[in-house]
């Protein structure tokens, strides 16, 4: 019998993890979820409308995550914010728990992917790297967008979204005691997927393609 395959990943912005975690999905054929754009769409929604952004979460859609704009660094404070809700949290819970119980399994990244959502995830990836690196990479990727913005400036906001996210009452970012820990401050993309799958496969985990 195979063992049904979840893979719970987490760690702060701009880790790799969101990277990592499509690349898994494509290998191994899994549904992913970026459980980030909930509360980046929460966020932004609520700015927009002045609805609470709990009554916002209560009737998210999937057609609510589609919005481009989602992407950017503003969606994101304001997805950082909400997401120190504990209401909000709560009205998220059903559809991602929900997502990770497809029969053929599914990958999902987060912060609270490995310690509430799927506490029995076979793999937990705890994807973290140093906040300098990690604000450089969002620096050249905000420069190739073409936004204007300077690096202590990113910087800045990236240790003030850390700080929120890591100390906030409600499910803050923390590794689960049993995730494997992946530093990628010195690695691209392609020697973090190397070593993800490697820690998979000795899991006993295969991919079913070619
Ligand atoms: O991963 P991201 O940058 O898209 O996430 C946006 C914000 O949402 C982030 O600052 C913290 C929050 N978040 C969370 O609290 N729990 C999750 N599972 C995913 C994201």
Known sequence: MTRRLVIA???????????????????????????????????????????MPAEVAERLTAADLDDPALRGDEAGQAGSRAAAIPEVRANLLNFQKEFSSQAMGAVLDGRDIGTVICPDAPVKLFVTA??????????????????????????????????????????????????WLLDTSNMDADAAFAAALAFIKRKGFRSSGP
Do not use: C, N, W
């Open 9 to 51: 990943i987490d760690g702060p912005s701009a880790s790799g993890k969101g990277t990592l975690a499509k690349r898994l999905a494509t290998h191994f054929g899994l549904p992913h979820l970026d459980t980030g754009l909930l509360y980046r769409a929460v966020g932004a929604i609520s700015a927009r409308t002045g609805q």
């Open 130 to 179: 140093s906040v300098e690196s990690r604000a450089e990479r969002r620096f050249q990727e905000l420069r190739q967008r073409g936004v204007d913005t300077i690096k202590p400036r990113v910087l800045a906001e990236m240790a003030e979204r850390d700080r929120r996210d890591s100390e906030r009452a409600a499910a803050p970012l923390k590794a689960a005691p049993d995730a």
